[in-house]
């Protein structure tokens, strides 16, 4: 492979996701995961998050073994919630423990979510904050990693169960020495990941809240919900799981083309006269 058509693959599987994962789908798994093996994991994992999720589940386990445990890793926990649904439980299992020791608790639960319901959809990647913890101790907490949703502090006790929310602001413009918990000012509503989405849909509470707080049935707090990605699921729902890419058919279709190539050449020599389904 020349590293023209390198470099025209990876702008593709990066900057027009859907469509490559649209294009991945309808190739040999096998081929599609040598493709997937050349993307760095933030573009990958990108890939398949955008993918159906029972196809990307094929592809994970044909991927070096390497690579699986980076993008585990690097995956937000709800995302590979969704494609480890499509695994077998030692499968499951064996990607599971992969996860540092925390995250590995919050995964096996993530996964016994069924599709339809709120767990299938948390993100967990939300700044918490223990009920005795100082602001000083949190803005190290903050520091230590990236957080996909920083808006609110989420306070919760010794059982996990939520105290309530502080705005992030505050906490920067705090004294360090002082209780993150003596900032609180209100707990938010919470809603039971057992709930089914379009029930949730239908909610009240929508109207006043773009985010709201998801616990489990023993109350503890688990993640949050955006309405954003809920009416995402609506409008698929809709469309009767329609597939949506992101650019126009005939730039999808050189793209196609290229990666369609690239795959060809990296398989065996022997297996060079198999042709690729084309869009």
């Known amino acids: ?157 010794k059982n996990k169960i939520l105290q309530g929310t502080v705005f992030i602001g505050d906490i920067l413009q705090s004294e360090q020495q002082i209780r993150v918990n003596t900032l609180i000012k209100h707990k938010p509503t919470s809603i039971r990941a057992s709930m089914d989405l379009n029930s949730t849909m239908q909610l009240e509470l929508w109207k006043h809240h773009d985010c709201v707080a998801v616990e489990n049935k023993q109350k503890e707090f688990m993640g949050v919900l955006h309405y954003s990605k809920l009416r995402r699921f609506k409008a698929v729902s809709n469309e009767g799981n329609s597939k949506i890419t992101s650019i126009s058919e005939d730039l999808f279709g050189v793209y196609g083309d290229t990666i369609a190539s690239m795959v060809e050449l990296t398989q065996p020599i022997n297996a060079a006269s198999s042709k690729i389904k084309k869009v």
């Open 1 to 157: 492979m020349t590293q023209a058509m390198l470099a025209l693959t990876l702008h593709f599987l990066e900057s027009e996701t859907t469509a490559a994962a649209r294009k991945l789908e309808l190739v040999n798994i096998e081929h599609a995961a040598e493709v997937l093996a050349l993307a760095p994991p933030q573009t990958a994992v990108k890939v398949l998050k955008s993918m159906i999720a029972s196809v990307a589940a094929k592809l994970l386990i044909h991927l070096p073994e390497a690579q699986i445990k980076l993008l585990v890793n690097t995956m937000e926990l709800a995302d590979l919630a969704s494609i480890l649904r499509h695994t077998e439980k030692p499968l499951q299992d064996s990607f599971i423990n992969q996860l540092p020791p925390r995250k590995q608790p919050l995964s096996r639960m993530l996964v016994a979510y069924p599709e339809y319901t709120i767990g299938s959809m948390i993100e967990t990647n939300v700044l918490v904050a223990d009920s005795h913890m100082k602001v000083e101790e949190l803005l190290i907490r903050l520091k230590s990693r990236q957080y996909t949703y920083l808006q609110w502090v989420y306070v919760v006790n």
